[in-house]
């Protein structure tokens, strides 16, 4: 990682964790998941308001790492107004990206391409990916506490 990207990821993380996007409770959330990283003490709830197969809106509640707020407030910018099936698509490259089967200048993602470089922090892969686990769980219909336990970076 260059010096730019590097000083690029650090204001990225810093913006998201000062100022976290989508922040607080959906008024009628139609799914919900929670998550909780047992190695680190982060948690996260995800709320979504889905339509016609369509994240209609997306909040977050919850505490941690900046590593892992502002993962989930880029998600949910990244999320908000998709179908689910693009939702999906995204946390797979994203995923791909932090554990090294694919390159971010091959994966289309955008701003969440500033977290690229926690992948040459393995313990703190699982922090990124927190807010993802539990958006899927959420999506499953699984609102039972997602843990980062279940997957392996």
Known sequence: MTS?????????????????????HLAAPTHQAQGTNPSCGD????????????????????????????STSLMTEAVKGRDLAAAQALQQHFRA??????????????????????RQYPSRIKCALLGWHALMHAIAEQPADATTEEVQP
């Open 97 to 118: 990206v932090l554990t090294g089967e694919e390159e971010p200048e091959n994966a289309p993602l955008g701003k969440l391409v500033s977290l690229a470089g926690v």
């Open 4 to 24: 730019a990207e590097n000083d690029l990821y650090q204001q990225v993380v810093l913006e998201h964790k000062r100022a976290p996007r989508n922040f607080g």
């Open 43 to 70: 948690r996260v709830a995800v709320e979504l308001q889905l339509q016609g197969g369509q994240i209609e809106d997306i909040r977050f509640t919850g505490q941690g790492c900046a590593i892992c707020m502002a």
